[in-house]
């Protein structure tokens, strides 16, 4: 089965680091782009980064530069270390498979995200 | 950046009804529109890419149209598990997601 499962979610506090995890299992992980969708409470959905198989990596203006996107493609893992947190990146954390229909990335497997709280 | 618009916010709606969604973009996109439903405490599931291709295993009530700025979700006739909230994507540049729209039980 194809599947993603998040993971390191939790609380912490403004200004302080978390990493979350996405492991993959049930397709060949290092063929696919990925990417970190997030959602806050109540709230709708936001991209927040990509990471290409060839690791070309993209983010979005409210995280660049506090938060880092990377692979394991022998672990069949993706990451996201988060830094200089905010309560605004309060959120379920998603991570959700790039695959390629004509031509083009669609975000079609996603995980059952992880929640992040930062709050003091 | 792309903004991506949705109308209406909330729709009420019963089982058996025709549904229909609009999504506009703040600028051209051609195609590249995704739309995704969402469970409570569920991750999105995607329903139909490229505005009108149908995702595999989604049922064919669900269609799409639309190409450079308006954008259209069509559900045939509304069933039990199809009340959720349903999102437009755009992926012509990076990608960006629309507010939502909530189908409620009328």
């Known amino acids: 089965e194809v599947q993603l499962v998040e993971s390191g979610g939790g609380l912490v506090q403004p200004g302080g680091s978390l990493r979350v995890s996405c492991e993959a299992s049930g397709f060949i992980f290092s063929n696919y782009n990925m990417n970190w969708v997030r959602q806050a409470p109540g709230k709708g959905l936001e991209w927040v980064s990509y990471?290409?198989?060839?690791?070309?990596?993209y983010y979005a203006d409210s995280v660049k530069g506090r938060f880092t996107i990377s692979r394991d493609n022998a672990k069949d893992l993706l990451y996201l270390q988060m830094n200089s947190l905010r309560d605004e990146d309060t959120a379920v954390y998603y991570c959700a498979r790039g695959a390629r229909r004509q031509l083009v990335d669609v975000f079609d497997i996603w995980g059952p995200g992880t929640m992040v709280t930062v709050s003091s | 950046d792309i903004q991506m618009t949705q109308s209406p916010s909330t729709l009420s709606a019963s089982v058996g009804d025709r549904v229909t969604i609009t999504c506009r973009a703040s600028q051209s996109i051609g195609s590249w529109l995704a739309w995704f439903q969402q469970k409570p405490g569920k991750a999105p599931k995607l329903l139909i890419y490229?505005?009108?291709t149908l995702e595999s295993g989604v049922p064919s009530r669900f269609s799409g149209s639309g190409s450079g700025t308006e954008f259209t979700l069509t559900i045939s006739s509304l069933q039990p598990d199809d009340f959720a909230t349903f999102y437009c994507q755009q992926y012509n540049s990076y990608w960006t997601f629309g507010q939502g729209t909530k189908v409620e039980i009328k």
């Open positions: 990471i290409s198989s060839a690791t070309t990596i």
């Open positions: 490229k505005a009108s």
